[in-house]
């Protein structure tokens, strides 16, 4: 069995390098037709062509062949962090969405608006939309929820959907959702699955019971479900396994949030691209590796609009010298997942991906694209390994054994 | 640790999709000379050509790179069960060969007639080969042997070859081999190598007491070893671990009980593969996924016959057209291993493999052979994840995580 960390642990070196990880949302693609090209082939990206001239390229597998993975798995792939093994609930994911900076302690639930008729049976599950100023408002009335011996934390995310955290010590998770997924019925009560999860299924329940009493007359949202009851996992910090200093320039705040989750500093990243580079470039002393996030290749892609993630591509690209020109010692760019707009979601195709550093073995690679990543030196390879690419090609890894 | 199976139990979706897998046994070959063409690339195989142009290609490695697997673990890795994890004994497999219906509580053995002397010490293990006339009836003598307790059963496989089945609660499969593997000595008698094979290796020497009475005027077949005593492995079903309503559709008992193994249902194939299409075609809309396996590329690589194995190739194409004018979601063509006819055996070489599908990244193949999959979308796998890649191609697997 592979630990992967128990190797950088005893491996790991410090220098002066420096590395970037780029991550380009969803990057890989589908042509269109048969034996077209790709979004990202079809993209103009003179720059993204240098770079894999100088650099090689290879294929990267998120989870296992085949396999599409959320947001959080792909980027706990990438960060080299199993995402088999380490898994985060629905709950920790929405709250790290909406910045919520989660503690061990805490257990993060995510909550739907819904209608119930008389009976208490749910007659809409999304509670018909509601916009989310209303949302809004109902989250702050919840939030002077009181239950004894517990903190209670009431967030709004969007629309019909919002946050609610507990903290309290030993509130275990394994709590069952309480959306029964249909209508026409009640929602189910909080069960714990286990006897640690009893206290917390008890908190769910007072928690609700007090929720339909302030929004009895809210309708149509007067009633809530919970969804996705989870703890953070307790991950090994980034700095401990691989010995760098890591700061994460995202502009959305799931991404701030999962690398919160590993440990990195968490910088002002601004609104744009423009904002993350002018970011790294103030910050470039302080850190020894930096995350940048782009998350609209991604967001173009579950569009179905090809032209639209084509043109952010391009965008991505003209950026990008603004990050070399920095001299990174080890510059990476990749995507946590495909998602290709032929399929509007996330896709288990494996993902392109360039690293340049002085010493890598340069493959040919004339440009960067799906098909010359298929034949590139780094190969068709799981996610969680490319890190030690990185920290490789950084001259950050002693030699494993005599 | 990678567990395929708690992933696809909890990721399957259900939908109409259709799956074919296609086993081509033996399919992966060499040349005959350095530089020169496989089997696969020398066969005239328009249809396959025209497949990989419209799909993907890779390599399949069945167990481990450079591992020669048996048909048992070929097949497991093709149906996604680890086959270092699921072992089948000998004894299991050689049931299995002879449409023997193996329940959870027997235990299987390998039996082969030998000669032993007035001092009882093996003059020929192979009781000078008997015939299978000859050897058919010993059986049906030796089918008659009961022991209180315990059902018997004594098949005949072929020459000096048979099944033995001992059927009773708890009777452990941890029992030695009784063929001392030399002649000139006795045969080892039953031992068992834990407690709860004691059991068995009684049955074992009562069944051998008893079978040296009957045999006693039937020299040169007047004994018998024992071989390979197991029993089938605890193995999930097919239709749990993946959602899919499967059926078997193969001409050789072997694989028609490998499919059995795994909870697939097994059709009346017939004799040939005219007839196995007739029954894919007959059974279409009552399965989700079909494994049809054609054995004459694994015989013809066995044999030597390099140019039998490209005819036997040339015979598979043709019939591909009647599985494709189905319109399956995913059509996937493979082996379970190599069987070049250069070495007249089982290899390690890794397998063609190429895999249709509507959102498949076309990877510029543009015919069907071992180069060209080497360059292929799939990458160089192992085999256990083709399934993955199957479900996910057919749209049955949800996204992995949030």
Chains 1, 2 share one sequence.
């Not at 149509?220 to 980034?238: D, S, W």
């Not at 979601?345 to 799906?370: I, K, M, Q, Y």
Request: hydrophobic fraction near 40%; proline fraction near 6%; charge should be negative.
């Amino acid at each position: 069995m592979t630990d992967i960390h128990s190797l950088t642990r005893k491996l790991q070196r410090q220098n002066d390098s420096k590395i970037i990880l780029c991550v380009s949302d969803g990057l890989g693609g589908l042509p269109l037709e048969p034996l077209g090209k790709t979004e990202l082939e079809t993209a103009h990206t003179p720059n993204m062509d240098a770079l894999a001239q100088r650099g090689v390229t290879g294929l990267s597998v998120p989870v296992l062949p085949g396999i599409a993975p959320g947001s959080g798995p792909g980027h706990l792939g990438l960060f080299g962090y199993d995402p088999l093994k380490y898994e985060i609930g629905r709950g920790v994911l929405e709250a790290l969405g909406i910045d919520f900076d989660l503690g061990p302690d805490d257990v993060a639930i995510r909550g739907n608006f819904c209608t119930v008729d008389t009976n208490g049976w749910i007659t809409d599950r999304r509670a018909g939309r509601i916009g989310s100023d209303v949302g809004a408002e109902l989250c702050e009335k919840l939030d002077r929820i009181a239950i004894p011996g517990v903190e209670v934390f009431v967030r709004h995310v969007r629309e019909y959907r919002l946050v609610i955290v507990f903290r309290a010590a030993d509130l275990g998770s394994e709590v069952d959702d309480t959306d029964p997924q249909q209508t026409g019925v009640a929602p189910v009560p909080p069960r714990a699955n286990n006897e640690a999860s009893r206290r917390t299924a008890d908190v769910c329940r007072k928690f609700l019971a007090q929720a339909a009493d302030i929004l009895q007359n809210d309708a149509p949202a007067n009633l809530l479900t919970m969804r996705g009851i989870a703890k953070r996992p307790a991950i090994p910090a980034f700095e401990e396994v691989y010995g760098t200093r890591a700061a994460a320039i995202a502009v959305y705040p799931m991404y701030r949030g999962l690398a919160r989750l590993v440990g990195m500093e968490v910088l002002e990243a601004g609104n744009s691209l423009a904002d993350q580079m002018a970011c790294l470039v103030m910050h470039w002393d302080e850190y020894d590796f930096f995350f940048v996030h782009f998350k609209y290749t991604d967001s173009t892609g579950e569009d179905g609009n090809f032209e639209g993630k084509v043109k952010r591509i391009e965008d991505l690209d003209a950026a990008i010298p603004r990050m070399t020109e920095l001299n990174p010692t080890v510059f990476i760019l990749t995507g946590d997942h495909s998602t290709p707009a032929r399929m509007r979601s996330h896709s288990g195709h494996p993902v392109p991906t360039l690293l340049v550093a002085e010493n890598c073995r340069f493959d040919g690679s004339n440009a960067f694209g799906e098909s010359i990543c298929r034949a590139g030196e780094l190969g068709q390879f799981e996610s969680k390994y490319l890190m030690l690419q990185a920290l490789a090609h950084a001259g950050r890894l002693e030699k494993y054994g005599a």
